[in-house]
């Protein structure tokens, strides 16, 4: 019977744990796994060949590899084969003087274009203009240059074929700089981030976005929601509606709204014209007002969300708790500071961890207004990690990349989360109260 | 302190829920303002203390008007029927949360709250929050955060509707002694009868925005005003008797039989529409007229047995007597009716 009943409340949990399983730790998990790799465009995720190009040639040169190797590899050969004889066809070569060559040069190997080039001179059935005669020497051309090798054995048979007297190790090596799908590369993402000197200036904006806004939003939101509480009903109805247009405005067309309002012509430009002030686009004009633009953004989303919640706390305060502040001498801010903020503890502390956690991780607003502009003067690392991953201008999504920036950013979030809670006393605050009626 | 009201009217948009009240406490005085809910019983308490403002009239503390001083002026301590305590404070920082408001310094404070902590015998519990104590003690708490700062006057907002029957008897007598030790004027808002006659030097009653009758708990006890005054004390309730005067010192219950009238009313004129009111204790203990009629209902209080008796012709009369069970549901008995006692109210309801 009994476990009867607990098999009953797994199968009823399972759907839930599926979605969370699906939906939440795959993610996380997949992030992290792709974190510890080099997955691009370039790479795909799935798997790669093996490819030898000029640049890894180059590279490979100056990574030390023998010289002679290198030169071998890079050189052409031409060789008279079914299988060239047959590309040369395909390529619509002349078939008598296919024929020719077939008969005459069958088997052989030629070192260079030009010796191959005089071979072929000597048939009698030569095509007499001499660009016709290179165009065929073309399908006989034989490189590991650019040729795809499915596995690592062709590509090192290959790499023998061509510079037979190379050591079994520089061959390994080559053959493994060949790979072109994506591979572990440990903590190289992490290693590069930190070598990169934009990383330290990304880290302080981020900071600095984080801070400054949610100082707004909760600073902003308890202002709102204690002012709205002590206005008349009527008029506080209306004013939390007003509040919460920027929360249940669609974010692109906040966005571009607020772009008419602080653009070249906008709103604020016209105004501040008027006036003789500096007009300019505040938006991207400068970083102090990019910065503004975006804090405020920002800022207004949040402080209507840290209104509604605050509100609501604060209509669970007993009224006579207000009353007897009254009464007991505390006039509006004694009541405000001692009676009713410590109480207002819990939803500051919700408020506070939970838009840290969503602006760490927040970039559409910024994305969609100053897009981390001017320069990078107001690039946060997630949208930087967006970029990164998603977004690149030249097309090489950097996905391994991206999801280190993202993996980083999830530690950090972890990280805040406990300090919060240890800070705001989160045990006592769920104790059970033992109050009696 | 006296507080007085002066034709203090009171409105909620449209509705005058008190018109033009009358009342004044003496200094030193308890009294009890009681009546069902809904009778601006604690409209009145909270306007005295500041809470809701006036719509007419004065209030006086003493000769000061205090109508359009706001509650932070007035100088009041208020218990308020939840306590109100700030959850989120010690007791002792409860306590002294009107004298550090103020801004005394900490030395007095702790004098003071400690002063005040050993009158309502809460010293144990400093420390602790509101949450860790009992109903009880948090109505201590509270009624020593009301009282630290010395107030004019003490309101109380049904303090004991939330304490269970046990904790209820203590702590009524304890406010009662803790208002009598500092000599406080104080002013109790309840709907229960039991805890106004027993805490209270004076009853203001209350019915829909007016004030029925001001006396002592005996007095209103024994004359009540009017039938609504004489319906709502008493426990068991008083049996209210419809019908007329005979016009010879009777009264002739609608549908039949006679009842004796008080000797007061032996001139009343035949035929005048009347109502009888007969508490329990009336029937059944002494008196010069017997009654006769048939237990039809038994209910043993420990104490005492509380009676219902038809009479021949279907009045229902109830008596209330040490307990006893010499007698049975079904029993005739033929029990003595104290008429000299018995409560007459004319048409309009008012004592006659």
Same mark, same amino acid.
Not at chain 1, 263 to 266: A, K, L
Not at chain 2, 35 to 40: A, E, K, L, N, T
Not at chain 2, 126 to 134: D, G, M, V
């Given at each position: 019977m009994r476990t009867r009943t607990s098999l009953l409340g797994l199968g009823f949990v399972s759907p839930a744990l599926a979605l969370l399983f699906a939906f939440f730790l795959m993610p996380v998990v997949l992030t992290t796994v792709f974190a510890f790799t080099n997955m691009s465009t370039a790479t795909g995720i799935t798997g790669g060949s093996h490819v030898i190009t000029g640049n890894l040639l180059r590279d490979l040169g100056n990574a030390g590899i023998d010289n002679d190797v290198i030169t071998a590899l890079g050189e052409a050969s031409f060789s008279v084969t079914s299988e060239t004889l047959a590309a040369a066809a395909d390529a619509g070569v002349e078939p008598r003087f296919l024929g020719e060559i077939e008969a005459r040069l069958m088997g052989q190997n030629f070192e260079d274009a030009r010796s191959f080039e005089s071979a072929l001179k000597s048939?009698?059935?030569?095509?007499?203009r001499i660009r016709e005669l290179k165009l065929a020497t073309e399908p006989f051309e034989r490189s590991i240059l650019n040729t795809r090798y499915a596995s690592r054995a062709d590509m090192e048979a290959a790499i023998t074929s061509m510079a037979?007297?190379?050591?079994a190790e520089t061959i390994s090596t080559i053959a493994e700089a060949s790979y072109t799908g994506w591979r572990w590369i440990d903590g190289g993402n992490f290693q590069t981030l930190l070598d990169r000197p934009e990383t330290i200036r990304i880290v302080l904006n981020t900071v600095f976005y984080v801070a400054a806004t949610l100082a707004f939003n909760v600073f902003v939101g308890l202002f709102l929601a204690i002012t709205t509480f002590y206005l008349p009903k009527t008029g506080a109805g209306f004013f939390s509606v007003l509040w919460l247009l920027p929360r249940i405005t669609p974010v692109v067309l906040y966005a571009v709204m607020w772009k008419w309002f602080t653009?070249?012509?906008?709103f604020l430009y016209v105004i501040a014209e008027q006036l003789g002030l500096?007009?300019?686009?505040y938006m991207k004009g400068s970083v102090p007002t990019a910065w503004a633009t975006i804090i405020l953004v920002n800022g207004f989303v949040g402080a209507s969300f840290g209104m509604i919640l605050f509100s609501g706390a604060l209509r669970a305060i007993p009224i006579q708790q207000l009353w007897a502040s009254e009464v007991d001498g505390a006039s509006r801010w004694q009541q405000i500071r001692q009676i009713i903020l410590p109480q207002l503890r819990w939803p500051i502390l919700f408020v506070t961890s939970y838009q840290t956690l969503s602006l760490l991780s927040s970039y559409e607003q910024i994305w969609l207004t100053t897009n981390g502009g001017p320069g990078s003067t107001t690039t946060v690392w997630a949208l930087e990690a967006f970029n990164t991953a998603l977004n690149n201008y030249t097309g090489n999504l950097e996905y391994g990349m991206g999801a280190a920036m993202a993996l980083i950013l999830v530690a950090v979030g972890l990280v805040l989360s406990i300090l919060y809670l240890r800070m705001f006393r989160f045990d006592e605050l769920v104790n059970k109260p033992r109050i009696e009626f | 302190m006296q507080v007085t009201l002066k034709d203090f009217t009171k409105t909620f948009d449209d509705m005058?829920?008190? &018109?033009?009240m009358n009342l004044t406490v003496e200094d030193g005085e308890m009294l009890a303002l009681l009546?069902? $809910?809904?009778?601006?019983k604690s409209t009145t308490l909270f306007a005295i203390c500041g809470i809701h403002r006036i719509n007419g009239g004065q209030i006086l503390f003493g000769t000061r008007d205090? $109508?359009?001083?706001p509650s932070q002026k007035r100088n009041v301590g208020v218990v308020f029927q939840n306590y *109100?305590?700030?959850?989120?404070?010690?007791v002792s920082e409860n306590i002294a949360f009107p004298l550090s408001v103020r801004g005394d310094d900490k030395a007095k404070i702790e004098r003071e709250v400690r002063a005040i902590a050993e009158l309502t015998h809460i010293e144990e519990l400093? %420390?602790?929050?509101?949450?860790?104590? $009992?109903g009880g003690q948090q109505q201590r708490v509270a009624l020593a955060r009301a009282l630290v700062r010395k107030p004019d006057v003490l309101l109380l907002d =049904?303090?004991? *509707?939330?304490? &269970?029957a046990k904790l209820r008897l203590e702590m009524r007598s304890e406010i009662r002694r803790i208002q009598l030790e500092t000599g406080i004027t104080a002013i109790l808002v309840t709907h229960d009868q039991v805890e106004a006659m027993s805490m209270c030097d004076r009853i203001a009653i209350m019915n829909k925005g007016e004030i029925l009758q001001i006396a002592t708990p005996t007095d209103m006890y024994r004359a009540p005003v009017n039938k609504f005054v004489a319906g709502f004390l008493g426990n068991p309730p008083i049996v209210m008797l419809e019908g007329k005067a005979s016009g010879d010192g009777r009264f002739i219950v609608n549908g039949g039989a006679g009842l004796p009238l008080p $000797?007061?009313? %032996?001139?009343i004129p035949g035929d005048t529409p009347l109502s009888l009111g007969v508490r329990? =204790?009336?029937?059944?203990? *002494?008196?010069a007229s017997q009654v006769s009629g048939t237990i039809t209902f038994v209910e043993p209080q420990g104490r005492e047995t509380l009676f219902d008796v038809t009479l021949a012709d279907g009045v229902v009369l109830r008596s209330i007597q040490p %307990?006893? =069970?010499d007698v049975a549901l079904g029993h005739k008995v033929a029990w003595p009716l104290d008429a000299e006692k018995l409560l007459a109210f004319d048409a309009t309801g008012q004592a006659v």
């Open positions: 048939l009698p059935s030569r095509p007499t037979p007297d190379a050591p653009w070249d012509n906008g500096p007009a300019f686009n | 005058t829920v008190i &018109d033009k009546g069902p $809910s809904g009778c601006g205090v $109508s359009n001083v *109100a305590l700030y959850p989120h404070l010690t400093l %420390a602790r929050r509101p949450a860790q104590l $009992s =049904e303090p004991l *509707a939330n304490l &269970d $000797s007061r009313l %032996a001139n329990p =204790e009336h029937f059944g203990a *002494a008196g %307990a006893r =069970e």
